[in-house]
């Protein structure tokens, strides 16, 4: 009971001073949505990018850490935003059918990539893997002038919101095809908050990934906009602008994971959540994990906070869960119970 309170009291507080910052430009625009239902167009594959790598640094290590940078495969609304981009950590000295690449996909409204390389760049280079950070459009040096980091990822101007997603899922994919031709190997992604939620959009359609990993993941858009705190200067905008919510779930019908099965196998799959979490709760991430056949899910005493207070102990948990995926020695199915020690896969 306790660790519930804490855990719900860490994320309003977050949410009251992590999301207090508001648009300043009025986004509502009338839209009309994605034309059609045509998966494969909407999910349009990228060609195999030229991807352009700048080292800056030859670790004692045995790391090379750089930026790299590649035209994306689908433009937004705003030609400054557009050229994929990122960091990276790679070693040159193994083979590629040995060599493993981590694609790791930052969160929405993230300032900086700090708080992933916390989580998971210390533990996965001790493993020798391969580290890419791609950055996630609207954010960091994407960021549009005089706007805060993310501010026109997603916006009340939901036909611009559905092509910077399909740009953020795209680049991605281009990404993972890249890493498969050019370095070799297997290729993991690993998305945290919402680069979760674009890890799922990603499964759905690239079978290139080998692996996915979803941290604190979301499945609804609608669901997070018109039903939680973090979307509600969004809902404000819509609602001014005379959105209802049945019209949102028709102008955001292809964004929901949940409507389709993964090209990634289901046993290639881990789902990791909190129990408490208030971003983005389990009646939003449920769905998704029962659609897709309840794949491999650890569940953690926590709420979305636990990004920072259980960081340490997820990135062991993947770790290990990789490991014995590249054994071939699959954990065996087990259910979590709350009181339950953390760190057990459902």
Known sequence: MFKKLLAKTLDHLGITFLFSERSKVFHYKPSVGFPSDDFEAFYQAPEVPEVRMSPQMN??????FGRFEFESPLLSTHPENDGARGEYYIRHDQKPAGRVNVVIVHGWRMEHLQRVHKMFTKTFQKAGYDLY????PYHFDRALPGSYSGEYLVTADLDHSLQSLRQTTAEIRALIRWIK????????????????YFSNMMALCEEEAD???????????VHAI??????????????????????LEDRLRMTEPSRWQPKVPKENILFLHGLYD???????????????????????????AGIVLYRR??????????????QNEPEPVRVLQEAAAVGKFL
């Not at 018109?226 to 019209?247: C, K, N, S, V, Y």
């Not at 009646?283 to 953690?300: F, H, I, Q, S």
């Not at 102990?313 to 590249?326: G, I």
């Open 226 to 247: 018109w039903h939680t705190r973090i979307g509600r200067h969004i809902r404000a905008d819509l609602e001014q602008g005379g959105m209802t919510l049945p019209e």
């Open 181 to 196: 031709q050019a370095r070799g190997g297997k290729v993991v992604v690993i998305g945290v908050s919402m680069g979760g």
């Open 211 to 221: 692996y996915v990993i979803s941290v604190m993941y979301g499945n609804s858009l």
């Open 133 to 136: 950070f791609p950055t996630v």
């Open 278 to 304: 208030v971003y983005i709760p389990p009646r939003d991430t449920n769905p998704l994990w029962e659609a897709w056949g309840r794949p491999d899910r650890v569940l953690y005493p926590c709420g979305h």
């Open 59 to 64: 670790r004692p290590d045995g790391y090379e």
């Open 313 to 326: 102990q997820m990135a062991r948990d993947v770790l290990h869960w990789l490991q014995e995926k590249f």
